[in-house]
Structure formats: structure tokens, C-alpha cells
């Protein structure tokens, strides 16, 4: 039987990690713990990819991509939060319109203040968005607000890029 091992009377397995040698039971649950580790860092490594970030001196941009199957809505966020001195503009008009790729459709292609969480801390835009078949695309937009001071304020427009993938 392949994969079957029998060694000194103990039933053993191939083992995955080193195809050709038998290897016990416990030997077996030590290789699991190592896939399992493995696994979870390639996770960790795919999730940091699809974490985009800019810094300006009075505030950070960060564009978190989505990833989910074809087929099924996955939700991005793009969040802006001042620093230093400087504070969202909670009366300007927020907004983030965005470019489909083919295969790609987004629930509100233009996203206003009322769409966001907006406070003085931060602005959070939630995208929602459905990639008809698997792989990477790319949304575009164009994101403008304001951070301010006590004594200024800073309307901006940014040009922002969301990685969508569909497995």
C-alpha cells in the first residue's frame, strides 16, 4: 500500500515533508505543527501585500485590499488619519469615486462623507466590491479631503489603488 510503512512492528506513514522515509506517529504530528506554521505565515505574508500606505506630514493614507472567491462580495477600506496638530474637516465634503476593471463591480462607485466613518480623527471608507472571476485587479479612485489645524486647513486629493483578488 502506498504511503504505508511497517517498522519493527510499529504502523508507521510517509512522511509529507520527506517523501521516502517512514515516520511514526508523533514524528507525523510534529510535521503537522510545521505546515501549520508555515501556512500561517504565508497568511500573514499575503495579508501585508494587500496593505498599501502613504505617509504626508499632516496625515496617513492606508489602502487595505480585499481578498475572498469569485463571484462573492469582499470589502476594502481606504482610512486617512491626521497627525500631529492636524484633524479631519468634519464639514468638508468627503469623497472617494472610484474606476472599475472589467470583471469587477463595486456597490457605490462614487462613496460621500455619509458613506464613511467620519470623525475628527479619522476618515474610513468601506468598499465594497464583487470580482467576477479569480485573480488580481485593481480599482482606482480618487480620494479628497481635508485635515486642518487651528490656524489651517489642507483640502488634498489623492489618487488611490485598491488590489482586489478573487480565488
Known amino acids: ?9 510499529t504502523l508507521a506513514w510517509e512522511s509529507p515533508l520527506t517523501p521516502g522515509t517512514c515516520r511514526a506517529e508523533k514524528e507525523t504530528q510534529e510535521d503537522e505543527v510545521v505546515m501549520k506554521k508555515a501556512l500561517t505565515l504565508a497568511a500573514l505574508a499575503i495579508a501585508t ?3 498599501t500606505a502613504f ?15 469569485a463571484g462573492e462580495k469582499t470589502t476594502a477600506t481606504v482610512k ?7 484633524h479631519v474637516n468634519m ?15 463595486v456597490e457605490k462607485a462614487k462613496l460621500v462623507a455619509s458613506d464613511a466613518k467620519v470623525s ?16 488580481k485587479k485593481t480599482i482606482t479612485g480618487e480620494l479628497k479631503f481635508a485635515v486642518c489645524t487651528a490656524n489651517e486647513c489642507k483640502p488634498t486629493t489623492e489618487k488611490v489603488s485598491i488590489e482586489v483578488e478573487a480565488k
Open 55 to 69: 505617509a504626508a506630514d499632516n496625515y496617513d493614507l492606508k489602502v487595505k485590499g480585499a481578498s475572498g472567491k
Open 80 to 86: 486617512i488619519t491626521p497627525k500631529g496638530d492636524f
Open 91 to 105: 464639514e468638508y465634503p468627503h469623497k472617494l469615486v472610484l474606476t472599475t476593471p472589467d470583471g469587477v463591480t
Open 120 to 135: 475628527k480623527e479619522a476618515i474610513e471608507f468601506q468598499v465594497a466590491a464583487t470580482s467576477t472571476s479569480a485573480g
Open 1 to 9: 500500500m502506498p504511503g504505508l510503512c511497517i517498522s519493527t512492528g
Open 49 to 51: 501585500l494587500t496593505t
